[in-house]
């Protein structure tokens, strides 16, 4: 199974450690950090664990890293990661305005990954 992170799911994970930085300090940005790759190597690792969660999404699965969810698509050779939200209050309304460009967005990332 391969793991892809869209451009969007990485500048994700440098603004989390952005604002992590400026409001924690670099010990606190750099554990969130090391817990993204943790959650990352065991998608890659276990991809079933990754589950369609019908009150975030209708069209993508889940997996909570502490206070963040990540978003995500898979097929059977390939694990997407989309995005990637802090679990707050408006996490539902963010989810919903993005929702139409992370389609299409994961439409191209499935016919580009499909010529390989």
Not at 41 to 70: M, R
């Amino acid at each position: 199974m391969s793991l892809h992170l869209t451009r969007r799911a990485i500048q994700d994970i440098r603004d989390i450690h952005e604002f992590s930085v400026s409001k924690w300090g670099v010990k606190v940005a750099d554990q969130y950090i090391d817990a993204f790759e943790e959650t990352l190597s065991l998608l890659e690792s276990y991809p079933n664990v990754i589950s369609k969660k019908s009150q975030i999404s209708k069209h993508f699965l889940a997996y909570q890293s502490g206070n963040h969810l990540l978003i995500c698509d898979k097929t059977d050779r390939d694990v997407f990661v989309l995005t990637i939200q802090h679990v707050s209050l408006n996490l539902f309304e963010n989810l919903n305005d993005l929702e139409p460009t992370l389609k299409s967005e994961m439409e191209i990332l499935h016919r580009e990954i499909g010529k390989d």
